[in-house]
Protein backbone atom coordinates (compact mmCIF):
# COMPACT_ATOMS: atom_id res chain seq x y z
CA UNK A 1 0.00 0.00 0.00
CA UNK A 2 0.78 3.66 -0.93
CA UNK A 3 -0.65 5.20 2.35
CA UNK A 4 1.83 5.63 5.00
CA UNK A 5 1.30 9.28 6.52
CA UNK A 6 4.09 10.10 9.27
CA UNK A 7 1.61 11.93 11.15
CA UNK A 8 -2.14 11.51 11.64
CA UNK A 9 -3.06 14.47 10.00
CA UNK A 10 -0.65 13.84 7.35
CA UNK A 11 -2.04 14.75 3.72
CA UNK A 12 -3.89 11.59 2.00
CA UNK A 13 -4.76 11.10 -1.86
CA UNK A 14 -7.56 8.95 -2.16
CA UNK A 15 -5.94 6.81 -5.24
CA UNK A 16 -8.67 3.20 -5.26
CA UNK A 17 -5.91 1.79 -3.88
CA UNK A 18 -5.40 3.86 -1.35
CA UNK A 19 -9.20 3.83 -0.62
CA UNK A 20 -9.26 0.23 -0.74
CA UNK A 21 -6.45 0.47 2.31
CA UNK A 22 -8.88 2.86 4.03
CA UNK A 23 -11.42 -0.12 3.73
CA UNK A 24 -9.16 -1.79 5.65
CA UNK A 25 -8.46 0.25 8.51
CA UNK A 26 -12.10 1.23 9.28
CA UNK A 27 -12.67 -2.37 9.51
CA UNK A 28 -9.84 -3.07 11.60
CA UNK A 29 -10.74 0.13 13.72
CA UNK A 30 -14.43 -0.85 14.09
CA UNK A 31 -13.21 -4.40 15.40
CA UNK A 32 -10.77 -2.27 17.89
CA UNK A 33 -14.33 -0.67 19.24
CA UNK A 34 -14.46 2.52 17.48
CA UNK A 35 -17.82 3.46 16.18
CA UNK A 36 -18.12 4.59 13.29
CA UNK A 37 -21.48 6.06 11.78
CA UNK A 38 -22.85 3.60 8.61
CA UNK A 39 -23.38 6.64 6.52
CA UNK A 40 -19.39 7.52 6.35
CA UNK A 41 -18.44 3.62 6.18
CA UNK A 42 -20.68 3.63 3.15
CA UNK A 43 -18.94 6.23 1.53
CA UNK A 44 -16.11 3.66 1.05
CA UNK A 45 -17.95 2.41 -1.80
CA UNK A 46 -17.73 6.19 -3.65
CA UNK A 47 -14.51 7.45 -4.77
CA UNK A 48 -15.15 10.58 -3.00
CA UNK A 49 -12.19 11.59 -1.66
CA UNK A 50 -13.28 14.39 0.81
CA UNK A 51 -14.98 11.88 2.92
CA UNK A 52 -12.89 9.46 2.17
CA UNK A 53 -10.03 11.50 3.76
CA UNK A 54 -12.02 12.67 7.04
CA UNK A 55 -12.61 8.97 7.29
CA UNK A 56 -9.04 8.61 7.18
CA UNK A 57 -8.42 10.81 9.88
CA UNK A 58 -11.04 9.32 11.71
CA UNK A 59 -9.99 5.73 11.28
CA UNK A 60 -6.23 6.38 12.55
CA UNK A 61 -7.26 9.05 14.99
CA UNK A 62 -8.04 7.82 18.50
CA UNK A 63 -11.69 10.06 18.93
CA UNK A 64 -11.26 10.10 23.08
CA UNK A 65 -7.62 11.54 23.39
CA UNK A 66 -6.79 12.39 20.39
CA UNK A 67 -3.57 9.90 19.94
CA UNK A 68 -3.22 7.43 16.82
CA UNK A 69 -5.64 4.70 17.22
CA UNK A 70 -5.18 0.92 17.93
CA UNK A 71 -5.17 0.58 13.84
CA UNK A 72 -2.92 3.05 13.04
CA UNK A 73 0.19 2.19 15.96
CA UNK A 74 -0.30 -1.98 14.70
CA UNK A 75 0.24 -0.22 11.16
CA UNK A 76 2.69 1.53 12.24
CA UNK A 77 4.54 -0.96 14.69
CA UNK A 78 4.71 -3.51 11.96
CA UNK A 79 6.82 -1.02 9.36
CA UNK A 80 9.25 -0.01 12.17
CA UNK A 81 9.63 -3.04 13.66
CA UNK A 82 8.74 -6.00 12.04
CA UNK A 83 9.50 -5.01 8.32
CA UNK A 84 12.37 -3.34 9.42
CA UNK A 85 11.64 -0.41 7.37
CA UNK A 86 13.71 1.82 9.70
CA UNK A 87 16.97 -0.15 10.18
CA UNK A 88 18.28 1.41 13.36
CA UNK A 89 16.57 0.68 16.69
CA UNK A 90 13.19 1.48 17.72
CA UNK A 91 11.65 1.99 21.57
CA UNK A 92 8.78 0.31 22.55
CA UNK A 93 6.56 2.42 25.24
CA UNK A 94 3.88 1.20 27.20
CA UNK A 95 2.01 3.80 29.50
CA UNK A 96 -0.11 1.95 32.16
CA UNK A 97 -2.55 4.08 34.85
CA UNK A 98 -2.41 3.03 38.12
CA UNK A 99 -5.35 2.91 39.76
CA UNK A 100 -7.89 4.06 37.11
CA UNK A 101 -10.74 1.50 37.32
CA UNK A 102 -10.98 0.94 40.83
CA UNK A 103 -10.07 4.70 41.90
CA UNK A 104 -12.19 6.39 39.40
CA UNK A 105 -14.49 4.70 37.06
CA UNK A 106 -15.58 1.96 39.66
CA UNK A 107 -15.74 5.29 42.08
CA UNK A 108 -16.44 8.33 40.24
CA UNK A 109 -17.90 6.76 36.52
CA UNK A 110 -16.75 5.94 33.21
CA UNK A 111 -16.92 10.15 32.20
CA UNK A 112 -14.48 11.33 35.35
CA UNK A 113 -12.19 8.20 34.11
CA UNK A 114 -12.38 9.08 30.31
CA UNK A 115 -11.30 12.78 31.53
CA UNK A 116 -8.57 11.27 32.72
CA UNK A 117 -7.64 9.95 29.75
CA UNK A 118 -7.78 13.20 27.53
CA UNK A 119 -5.41 14.46 29.84
CA UNK A 120 -2.69 12.00 28.75
CA UNK A 121 -3.51 12.28 25.64
CA UNK A 122 -2.64 15.81 25.65
CA UNK A 123 0.29 14.83 27.43
CA UNK A 124 1.48 12.47 24.70
CA UNK A 125 0.31 14.85 22.04
CA UNK A 126 2.85 17.37 23.25
CA UNK A 127 5.64 15.09 24.13
CA UNK A 128 5.08 14.00 20.15
CA UNK A 129 5.55 17.70 19.23
CA UNK A 130 8.29 18.64 21.69
CA UNK A 131 10.73 15.75 19.19
CA UNK A 132 12.71 18.28 17.17
CA UNK A 133 15.48 15.66 16.42
CA UNK A 134 16.77 15.41 13.06
CA UNK A 135 15.22 12.40 12.17
CA UNK A 136 12.24 11.65 8.97
CA UNK A 137 10.87 9.09 11.35
CA UNK A 138 8.95 10.55 14.06
CA UNK A 139 7.23 8.79 17.02
CA UNK A 140 3.87 8.08 17.60
CA UNK A 141 2.33 7.67 20.36
CA UNK A 142 -1.36 5.86 20.69
CA UNK A 143 -4.41 4.06 22.66
CA UNK A 144 -4.44 0.71 22.76
CA UNK A 145 -8.34 0.35 21.79
CA UNK A 146 -11.99 1.90 22.04
CA UNK A 147 -12.16 0.86 25.91
CA UNK A 148 -8.15 0.84 26.98
CA UNK A 149 -6.52 2.85 29.45
CA UNK A 150 -3.10 1.58 27.83
CA UNK A 151 -1.51 3.81 25.71
CA UNK A 152 1.69 2.87 23.59
CA UNK A 153 4.71 4.94 22.09
CA UNK A 154 6.76 3.86 18.97
CA UNK A 155 10.22 5.75 19.36
CA UNK A 156 12.41 5.51 16.41
CA UNK A 157 16.15 6.22 16.84
CA UNK A 158 15.94 6.72 20.32
CA UNK A 159 18.12 4.38 22.61
CA UNK A 160 17.25 3.27 26.13
CA UNK A 161 18.67 6.01 27.74
CA UNK A 162 16.55 8.35 25.38
CA UNK A 163 13.37 6.42 25.89
CA UNK A 164 13.63 6.40 29.69
CA UNK A 165 14.13 10.18 29.61
CA UNK A 166 10.74 10.61 27.93
CA UNK A 167 9.09 7.99 30.22
CA UNK A 168 10.28 9.86 32.80
CA UNK A 169 8.40 13.19 31.34
CA UNK A 170 5.39 11.49 30.74
CA UNK A 171 5.14 10.07 33.86
CA UNK A 172 6.00 13.49 35.98
CA UNK A 173 3.77 15.70 33.82
CA UNK A 174 0.70 13.52 34.67
CA UNK A 175 1.84 13.54 38.58
CA UNK A 176 1.85 17.36 37.49
CA UNK A 177 -1.59 17.99 36.20
CA UNK A 178 -2.64 16.10 39.02
CA UNK A 179 -1.66 17.83 41.45
CA UNK A 180 -2.02 21.09 40.13
CA UNK A 181 -5.74 20.26 39.47
CA UNK A 182 -5.94 18.56 43.07
CA UNK A 183 -4.23 21.81 44.74
CA UNK A 184 -7.07 24.13 42.76
CA UNK A 185 -10.37 21.66 43.03
CA UNK A 186 -9.34 19.37 45.55
CA UNK A 187 -11.71 19.07 48.81
CA UNK A 188 -12.22 22.13 51.29
CA UNK A 189 -15.34 21.48 53.12
CA UNK A 190 -15.94 25.25 52.92
CA UNK A 191 -16.41 25.38 48.97
CA UNK A 192 -18.73 23.49 47.93
CA UNK A 193 -17.38 23.62 43.91
CA UNK A 194 -14.72 21.57 44.87
CA UNK A 195 -14.80 17.82 44.40
CA UNK A 196 -16.00 16.01 47.53
CA UNK A 197 -13.56 14.14 49.68
CA UNK A 198 -14.07 10.83 47.88
CA UNK A 199 -13.13 12.30 44.48
CA UNK A 200 -10.16 13.96 45.91
CA UNK A 201 -8.43 10.84 47.16
CA UNK A 202 -9.73 9.05 44.11
CA UNK A 203 -7.75 10.75 41.96
CA UNK A 204 -5.14 11.28 44.37
CA UNK A 205 -4.31 7.77 43.97
CA UNK A 206 -3.60 7.62 40.38
CA UNK A 207 -0.37 7.72 38.12
CA UNK A 208 1.68 6.06 35.48
CA UNK A 209 3.48 3.34 35.43
CA UNK A 210 5.38 3.03 32.50
CA UNK A 211 7.65 0.13 30.48
CA UNK A 212 10.05 0.17 27.56
CA UNK A 213 11.97 -1.99 25.30
CA UNK A 214 14.81 -1.01 22.60
CA UNK A 215 15.43 -3.75 20.22
CA UNK A 216 16.78 -3.53 16.79
CA UNK A 217 14.42 -6.50 15.65
CA UNK A 218 11.93 -8.37 16.95
CA UNK A 219 7.82 -8.53 16.40
CA UNK A 220 5.44 -5.49 17.41
CA UNK A 221 3.43 -7.97 19.26
CA UNK A 222 6.80 -9.59 21.18
CA UNK A 223 7.95 -6.28 22.08
CA UNK A 224 4.31 -5.04 22.93
CA UNK A 225 4.53 -8.23 25.41
CA UNK A 226 8.08 -7.76 26.78
CA UNK A 227 6.79 -4.18 27.58
CA UNK A 228 4.24 -5.42 29.37
CA UNK A 229 5.94 -7.40 31.70
CA UNK A 230 8.16 -4.01 32.46
CA UNK A 231 4.99 -2.30 33.18
CA UNK A 232 3.50 -4.84 36.28
CA UNK A 233 7.43 -4.92 37.57
CA UNK A 234 7.14 -1.34 37.25
CA UNK A 235 3.70 -1.65 39.91
CA UNK A 236 5.11 -4.46 41.85
CA UNK A 237 7.66 -2.25 42.60
CA UNK A 238 4.93 0.51 43.88
CA UNK A 239 3.84 1.79 40.98
CA UNK A 240 4.89 5.24 39.34
CA UNK A 241 7.74 4.50 37.94
CA UNK A 242 9.56 4.24 35.05
CA UNK A 243 11.03 0.41 34.38
CA UNK A 244 13.06 -0.02 31.34
CA UNK A 245 14.52 -3.39 30.02
CA UNK A 246 18.31 -3.89 29.03
CA UNK A 247 18.48 -2.68 25.36
CA UNK A 248 18.46 -5.97 22.90
CA UNK A 249 21.64 -7.05 20.33
CA UNK A 250 23.29 -3.29 21.07
CA UNK A 251 27.05 -3.51 21.99
CA UNK A 252 27.17 -2.59 25.65
CA UNK A 253 29.26 0.61 26.47
CA UNK A 254 30.23 1.35 30.22
CA UNK A 255 29.73 5.22 30.53
CA UNK A 256 32.56 6.90 31.88
CA UNK A 257 31.86 8.68 35.51
CA UNK A 258 31.33 11.87 33.26
CA UNK A 259 28.52 10.46 30.64
CA UNK A 260 27.06 8.77 33.95
CA UNK A 261 26.58 12.43 35.60
CA UNK A 262 25.19 13.80 32.43
CA UNK A 263 22.62 10.81 32.22
CA UNK A 264 22.16 11.30 35.73
CA UNK A 265 21.52 15.57 35.03
CA UNK A 266 19.13 14.41 31.86
CA UNK A 267 16.58 12.21 34.09
CA UNK A 268 16.69 14.65 36.92
CA UNK A 269 15.62 17.04 33.70
CA UNK A 270 12.76 15.22 32.66
CA UNK A 271 11.30 15.11 36.04
CA UNK A 272 11.18 19.07 36.83
CA UNK A 273 7.89 20.95 36.04
CA UNK A 274 6.58 20.81 32.76
CA UNK A 275 3.11 22.85 33.28
CA UNK A 276 3.08 26.16 34.64
CA UNK A 277 3.30 26.59 38.53
CA UNK A 278 1.67 30.19 38.90
CA UNK A 279 -1.79 29.06 39.34
CA UNK A 280 -3.80 30.54 42.68
CA UNK A 281 -3.69 27.43 45.26
CA UNK A 282 -6.59 26.57 46.75
CA UNK A 283 -6.07 27.51 50.14
CA UNK A 284 -5.74 31.24 48.44
CA UNK A 285 -8.94 30.95 46.43
CA UNK A 286 -12.14 32.56 47.48
CA UNK A 287 -14.62 30.50 49.06
CA UNK A 288 -17.85 30.58 47.81
CA UNK A 289 -20.17 29.95 50.73
Known amino acids: MTLRPTSITGDWTGTVENINYLADLVREAIRQGYHFPEE????????TVEYAGRL???AVTDPLT???SAAYLQERGADLIDNRQHPDYVSLMRVDFDNLKTQVNDKLGHAAGDAVLRVVGRILQQVAADDLR??????V???EGGGADEFVGLLPETDTKGSRIVGERI???YTQYRDLFLDLYGNRPDDPETLGPEATEALRNTSLSVGIVTAREGTYAGLKETADELV???????KNRVVVAEERELPRQALSPGEEAEYRQE???ARQPLIPTSHTPASARPSSS
Not at 40 to 47: A, H, S
Not at 134 to 139: A, F, I, L, P, Y
Not at 232 to 238: P, Q, T, V
Open 56 to 58: HRR
Open 171 to 173: RTA
Open 267 to 269: VAD
Open 40 to 47: QVKLLETD
Open 141 to 143: YGR
Open 232 to 238: YRAKRRG
Open 134 to 139: DTDVRS
Open 66 to 68: GVS
